[in-house]
């Protein structure tokens, strides 16, 4: 029984174990008290009846508040797990929370392509810089939703990895169109002005790409081929992608 409480997710859940149980109590109460009557010489048809009668009470109004009580417990668990895996400032997955969701994706099916982004902020400290740290909160929170906005179109994991730097792990994506989402990613933060103090505040993305090649054995192999591409894009002059260590495309 404590196997099954622990398993309930929602109300239904909760009247269809209360009502196996009582169902299950009543025929046990029935035949139990049949058997009692027979062998002490009385009527095992009405002790039946008497003994269902008790337990198809009992039993519901014993279960019902264990079974409201496991469903609340776990409501509770369930939204514990996602503020530890959500990052407060943008709503996005958070590290923890970007592995734990990246990793069964990435160890399900070896055999499905799979792509990793990172996405960096082009010149951030300087936003801090010129107009303070709630004016770079902005730009992150903005960043983030505009990532957000185009990976969930593909099915995408979504993370804020550090200060201004963003996670995206997309299944199911191969490797010729990884460069058109990967530009997406890179133009929609740089299309998004931030407004704060009167003023627009427009910042860029670098973009590094990889997609999953048969020798990554881990999620980490392929986010560090993503890394690499990161810092290409950067070396090569910031707001534009690249892949393996390749520039792909700048900005206009």
């Excluded at 409480?5 to 009502?19: D, P, V």
């Excluded at 936003?127 to 929170?141: M, P, R």
């Amino acid at each position: 029984m404590l196997a099954r409480l622990t398993r309930i997710e929602t109300r239904s859940q909760a009247i269809r174990l209360t009502a196996l149980y009582a169902f299950c109590s009543t025929c046990v109460s029935a035949l139990a008290s049949a058997c009692i009557a027979f062998t002490f010489g009385q009527a095992p048809l009405s002790s039946a009846l008497t003994g269902a009668s008790i337990a198809a009470v009992i039993t519901p109004t014993m279960t019902w508040p264990l079974a409201i009580a496991a469903l609340r417990l776990g409501e509770r668990e369930r939204a514990l797990e996602l503020q530890a895996n959500t990052d407060a400032l943008t709503g996005v997955f958070n590290r923890r929370g970007f592995f734990a969701a990246a990793v069964p994706l990435f160890a399900a099916a070896p055999g499905v392509p799979l792509c990793a982004m990172l996405i960096d902020l082009d010149g951030f400290k300087h936003v801090n810089d010129t107009f303070g740290h709630a004016a770079g909160d902005k730009v992150v929170s903005a960043a983030a939703q505009s990532i957000r906005a185009v990976a969930d179109a593909y099915g995408g994991v979504v993370a804020r990895l550090g200060g201004d730097e963003f996670g995206v792990i997309v299944p199911g994506l191969d490797a010729a169109s990884l460069s058109s989402l990967s530009e997406r990613l890179r133009a929609a933060v740089e299309t998004r002005p931030v407004q704060h103090g009167g003023r627009n505040i427009r910042v860029t993305a670098s973009v590094g790409a990889a997609p999953r090649h048969e020798d990554d054995a881990t999620l980490d192999d392929l986010l560090a081929r993503a890394d690499i591409a990161l810092y290409a894009a950067k070396s090569f002059g910031r707001n534009r992608i690249a892949t393996d260590g390749h520039a792909l495309r700048r900005s206009a």
